[in-house]
């Protein structure tokens, strides 16, 4: 350890690093224990880099992991806690609410591939519970000639759309649908 002391102990600015010379913390310490701001170098490779309060992961930080993905948001004894955004290292992430750990209240969930691309609804320890709002990816066929679109062809575009489970159902009447599109030309 490098750094400050009071009463034989760690306290204010300093470094841990372990016996290769690897810093394992180097941040704030009140009392002997990680207190204030400070990063965190895991043996996993996990690196935080925020608030603590007695020895655990308090207040707003950033947990990059071993494996890309970045947590940035508020944290609770340790936990991830309050508003947030866990950004996947598939590209998918999560912007809301988490509570344990886990996603937990209102979010939205931005899928990187596949059909669905979005969805904003409640969450129950990690769950999708209730209504959602599901977006879907869009698609187009077009007929080209020369490099150009051919005008008398028939194009058919599936722009991207919200899903309401009361308007757009097979069941609902045409009338009543929204947010899906199919146009010939």
């Not at 007695?54 to 340790?78: E, F, L, P």
């Not at 977006?135 to 077009?142: E, F, G, L, P």
């Not at 991207?160 to 947010?179: C, G, H, I, L, M």
Request: glycine content about 14%.
């Amino acid at each position: 350890y490098e750094g400050e002391y009071k009463d034989g102990k760690r306290h204010g600015k300093g470094t841990f690093k372990r016996a290769d010379g690897r810093v394992v913390y180097d941040g704030e310490y009140k009392d002997g224990i990680c207190h204030g701001n400070g990063t965190r170098n895991y043996s996993n490779g996990d690196v935080y880099a925020g608030e603590w309060r007695a020895d655990k992961m308090q207040g707003k930080g950033v947990m990059t992991y071993s494996n890309r993905d970045i947590y940035d948001g508020q944290w609770k004894d340790g936990l991830k806690d309050g508003q947030g955004t866990l950004e996947y290292h598939n590209g998918d992430v999560y912007e809301g609410e988490f509570s344990n750990n886990k996603m937990h209240g209102k979010g939205t969930y931005t899928y990187a591939a596949g059909e669905l691309s979005k969805s904003i609804g409640e969450w129950k320890e990690g769950k999708k519970c209730g209504l959602f709002e599901d977006t879907i990816r869009t698609t187009k066929q077009v007929h080209y000639e020369n490099g150009e679109v051919k005008p008398d062809s028939n194009i058919t575009v599936k722009r991207e759309a919200s899903f309401d489970a009361d308007t757009d159902t097979e069941d609902a009447p045409p009338s009543k649908r929204r947010n899906v599109s199919i146009s010939p030309r």
